[in-house]
């Protein structure tokens, strides 16, 4: 295994570790609501559901689907004023409900009634992890971290890279600083050797960097430009401020001769301690150095970081009475060279294990490395909202890998274009540790397609195209264009889709799709909707009864809403309806059972608000209007006997 610099600086710095959606059957009263839900129409489903409230329906089952029917549409206002009535109305529902309405809460910013209810959560999970105070270690989620399938990173080792210690990467503009044990003289010193590892002691250097395309090219290699910083000690992990005039670096606890720091000057327990310090940039060199003044020669502080507006110092510190080996500090930087007390960053980040490398991204994520919470060996790099303002609850995520390994990696930046450094000494690297740059980018895909007219197969435009996943959510939901045309921009890879395709007085068309692992390709896709009025009838698909019955079932009912939507966008347009059957059994006793039927379906319309002078008349007329030979005496099939078997919507008014 290959000597990682950083066991000598961490031994310096310790001394003492969403559930998809479930299907429900329909509850009785709601068939059509559910019907309607079951097929991701959301806007229909929550009318009806919405009616059978104002009828006195306050079922677990409606209240629940109001709120899932918002959800699924980001209504979140909506979606978490229906899943509060449910959670409150019944202590024993599912989990799922408690843990949805937290999810609105946080996006209706309700941090701290979404805190209260995490809590609540906790209690009622049992066994559910989504939230939870510890990680648990399983095999699984080993397997999880090590997972890269879906993880889209690409990482290079530096050219800059030695056969000696290279890490810390820190850049500044258009130039990258590191720690690294390299050394330009052909005969080493013995002396200039450090015992540890026989490697020359640490120095900081820097590179100037060159763009040329989307390559980015290092220059030559240059101790850091100063004739202070550097001493035959160690110096390492440094960060610069925002304007470039100050840094804070690393170093042993150096006493001083004149301006230079020229030896280790031990604590009690005879260890040299590192501590921190300040340089300040004039005329081009880092000079006036300055000790910061809560640096102690019992214990070290190190692994400097800044936050975004430069006002607070972050560190790793070995001092005692906090929470393990090395735990994570900051403290406030004042003015005239003064500072606040430093302060433990607590016990969420903090462990009895040792926590080192902090850095703060311009949007106030912590990255830090740590050798305990739930990692894969040795040092791990995590990120975690701790620092972001009004964050509800405190989370830490191991990066997993490529950043991880289960070799030492540390020293974690990244800027806000998603490219940065990290430190590794895991194998297939040139030296015992070495800097790895990274550009962080998402599998993203193309979608698109056109919009048909079933029956003319002539672009339809203006229709309502949802891209959903497969939990029925809604993600996302454009119009097409003049041509029919539409398109999804960047879809992601290996994940499973329903397109759906809607329009007014249109028969909606959807197709299931998954994506592949191919980040750029596209997908080309077409919807045919099929037209509600054909030839001065509205045609919806076959509606059906039970047997010798002529109430309205729960998919009759379905196909009867594609009525009521027509006879809306129409309010001047007028029917008839008319209700055959097929020539088995008595021809009176057709005629009659068909009527019953016709009626049947004109009191279901009125029933949903339309008005009676709109339906001129509903009859039956049994068997006496076939649409082929099944008639009395002939021998015909089942699906012969169907055509028959039909209702017929036909429009009377020119006007409409």
């Known amino acids: 295994m290959k000597k990682s610099f950083i066991l000598i600086v961490a031994v310096l710095l310790s001394i003492g570790s969403v559930q998809a959606q479930k299907k429900e059957k329909p509850h009785k009263g709601t068939e059509v609501a559910d019907s309607f839900f079951r097929d991701y129409a959301y806007h229909q489903a929550t009318e009806l559901y919405l009616e059978a409230t104002k009828k006195g329906d306050s079922s677990e089952h409606v209240i629940k689907r109001l709120g899932d029917s918002y959800y699924n549409i980001s209504d979140v206002k909506l979606a978490s004023f229906w899943y509060e009535k449910a959670i409150n109305k019944y202590p024993t529902i599912n989990t799922e409900y408690v843990f949805k309405y937290i999810q609105t809460l946080r996006s209706l910013g309700k941090y701290e009634e979404a805190s209260e209810w995490i809590e609540k959560f906790k209690q009622r999970s049992g066994k559910d992890g989504r939230i939870k105070d510890d990680f648990a270690y399983t095999m699984e989620k080993h397997e999880e971290l090590l997972d890269t399938e879906r993880v889209y990173v690409e990482y290079k080792n530096l050219d800059i890279n030695t056969e000696y210690s290279d890490f810390g990467a820190f850049k500044q503009g258009d130039t990258l600083y590191f720690a690294s044990t390299r050394v330009k003289d052909s005969i080493l010193d013995k002396k200039k050797l450090y015992d540890w590892n026989q490697e020359p002691f640490l120095d900081l250097f820097q590179v100037s960097l060159t763009q040329e395309g989307k390559e980015i090219i290092y220059n030559e290699v ?45 604590g009690k327990d005879g260890t040299v301690n590192l501590k921190l310090f300040k340089a300040t940039l004039v005329g081009g060199k880092w000079g006036n150095i300055k000790e910061l003044p809560f640096n102690n020669k019992s214990y070290s502080n190190g692994s400097p970081a800044l936050s975004p507006d430069g006002k607070t110092l972050y560190f790793a510190s070995d001092r005692e009475g906090f929470y393990g080996g090395t735990d994570l500090f900051k403290v406030e930087i004042l003015e005239n060279d003064k500072y606040g007390e430093p302060e433990n960053l607590g ?310």
Do not use: W
């Open 222 to 266: 240059q101790k850091i430009a100063s004739e202070t910083v550097n001493t035959p000690l160690h110096e390492s992990s440094l960060a610069i401020t925002s304007d470039g005039k100050t840094m804070y670096f690393t170093s042993d606890n150096g006493s001083k001769a004149g301006s230079k720091r020229i030896k280790g000057k031990r």
């Open 347 to 656: 016990g969420k980040i903090n462990t009895p294990g040792r926590e080192n490398f902090p850095y703060i991204a311009k949007d106030s994520t912590l990255y830090f490395s740590s050798d305990a919470h739930l990692n894969l060996g040795l040092y791990d790099i995590f990120e975690s909202n701790i620092l972001k303002k009004n964050q509800s609850s405190i989370e830490i995520k191991n990066l997993g890998a490529p950043y991880n390994s289960s070799y030492d990696d540390f020293a974690f930046t990244i800027d806000s274009t998603n490219v940065g450094y990290f430190s590794s000494n895991r194998p297939g690297g040139k030296g015992g540790d070495d800097i790895y740059s990274f550009g962080k980018f998402e599998c993203k895909q193309l979608f698109k397609g056109y919009t048909k007219d079933k029956i003319s197969l002539e672009p339809l435009p203006e229709s309502t195209i949802k891209l959903i996943d497969e939990t029925g959510k809604v993600l996302e939901e454009i119009t097409s264009d003049e041509n029919g045309y539409f398109e999804f921009k960047d879809v992601a890879c290996d994940t499973k889709y329903t397109i759906l395709g809607e329009k007014i007085i249109y028969k909606p068309d959807s197709k299931e799709f998954t994506t592949s692992s191919t980040t750029g390709e596209e997908t080309e896709m077409e919807l045919f909707l099929e037209p509600l009025i054909q030839d001065g009838e509205i045609v919806i698909n076959p509606i059906y009864f039970d047997l010798n019955k002529s109430n309205i079932r729960t998919d009759a009912a379905y196909e009867l809403e594609n009525i009521v939507v027509v006879l809306r966008t129409h309010p001047k347009m007028t029917i008839k309806i008319e209700s055959h059957s097929d020539s088995r059994g008595r021809a009176a006793y057709n005629e009659k059972l068909s009527d019953r039927r016709a009626k049947s379906t004109r009191d279901y319309l009125f029933s949903r608000g339309i008005e009676t002078q709109r339906i001129e008349s509903a009859i039956g007329y049994g068997e006496s209007q076939p649409l082929n030979k099944c008639v009395d005496g002939v021998k015909c099939t089942n699906a012969e006997y169907d055509v028959n078997r039909r209702s017929k919507f036909i429009i009377t008014s020119d006007n409409y």
